[in-house]
């Protein structure tokens, strides 16, 4: 009768998951950026108040694009992309709660990110845990 050895690691495996929580979402338009490019979940991003249209938040930037007002909650099945000269359609949280390690933006550094969302994650009704500190 052999041995039954005991499996030095679970069976169940699962990915890596992103901690967003989201209570409010919207489909949104975002205008394209004159490149291709695609915003992975948890892309911290803004309203141009010019073209009433979604964009990937911008520190400094105009016409609303340096305030943060959502959270990109596309996953890999159905990604966001933005194309070259089209308008696309994506998922925005509104509301909700993240963890500042999921969260990403190429619109600045990480100490810039974090202080936008220090100043404007709160007031729209997004908590982010793992700050440094929150006003």
Do not use: C
């Amino acid at each position: 009768m052999a041995l039954n050895v005991r499996p030095m690691i679970s069976d169940r495996t699962e990915a890596a998951r992103l901690r967003l929580v989201s209570k409010q979402t919207q489909s949104v338009i975002f205008a394209s950026n004159g490149a291709l490019k695609t915003l992975p979940q948890g892309t911290v991003v803004s309203y141009n108040t010019a073209t009433n249209l979604w964009v990937e938040w911008a520190t400094g930037g105009a016409n609303g694009t340096g305030l943060v007002k959502g959270i990109v909650m596309n996953d890999k099945t159905d990604p966001l992309i933005l194309q070259v000269a089209d308008e696309a359609v994506g998922t925005v949280m509104l509301a909700g709660e993240a963890h500042r390690s999921d969260l990403q933006s190429g619109g600045g550094t990480s100490a810039q990110l974090d202080t936008a969302l220090q100043s404007d994650a709160r007031s729209i009704g997004i908590i982010v845990r793992s700050l440094d500190k929150i006003r």
